[in-house]
């Protein structure tokens, strides 16, 4: 039996899910959370084969959740394999998810049986990614912003003042001030929070 952890912040499609899930004979749904702080700690708690998780559900998103799930299994000599599933493909996100060591990711639009199969997949060793999200992320131009310049982006995507941001990545408003200015000119971004958007959409923060 593949026991499973399902982790989606919309009741209806999670729900669905699970229900498609529990009836495959080989498949178990132990635990089902909506948010990714949740799914970090039943992970750790339950250990499930499989964690499926939506890239996009709150506080943090999938990705985030995925990175730590890993790492609580590695220490806790678990080996949870993760499949990302989103509404939006960010082909962007796809070589973030593979390094941190996500086995699968597929659109919300694939259907269950084929995403029961894939969570097989996954745990007898193999690796999917759904094939329009690989083709475009292999047509798609590299990242031009700096790796501080992500940082505050990312920090920016929450709407907070410069102070803020300062406060969370640790470095003075007139720096923070610098590399938005810079990181806007590069995305040819209007705002901050437009520059922080577009660097979201293509998967790089």
């Known amino acids: ?36 702080v949740d799914a ?7 250990r499930p084969d499989v964690a499926v998780l939506d890239l996009e559900m709150p506080p943090a998103d999938g990705l985030v959740a995925a990175e730590e799930i890993r790492a609580q299994a590695q220490a806790q000599g678990a080996n949870t394999k993760i499949i990302l599933v989103t509404r939006h493909a960010r082909p962007g996100v796809l ?3 593979l390094s941190c060591g996500v086995s699968a990711f597929v659109p919300k639009t694939t259907p269950s049986l084929k995403l029961a199969q894939i969570i097989r997949d996954v745990y007898g060793g193999q690796r999917y990614v759904d094939p329009d999200i690989a083709a475009s992320a292999l047509t798609e131009g590299s990242c ?14 929450a709407g907070g003042s410069v102070k803020d941001i300062a406060s969370e990545v640790h470095l003075a408003q ?15 971004a209007r705002s901050r929070y437009a520059a922080a958007q577009h660097a979201w959409e293509q998967g790089w923060i």
């Open 95 to 97: 070589r973030r998810a």
């Open 174 to 188: 007139g720096t923070v001030r610098n590399y938005l200015s810079s990181a806007m000119m590069k995305l040819n």
């Open 1 to 36: 039996m593949i026991t499973l952890l399902v982790a989606d912040d919309e009741a209806l499609i999670r729900g669905a899910l699970v229900a498609l899930l529990d009836l495959e004979e080989d498949l178990s749904v132990i635990a089902q959370v909506d948010n990714s």
């Open 40 to 46: 970090v700690t039943q992970a750790a708690q339950l």
């Open 144 to 157: 031009p912003l700096t790796d501080r310049e992500l940082d505050v982006l990312r920090a920016a995507r």
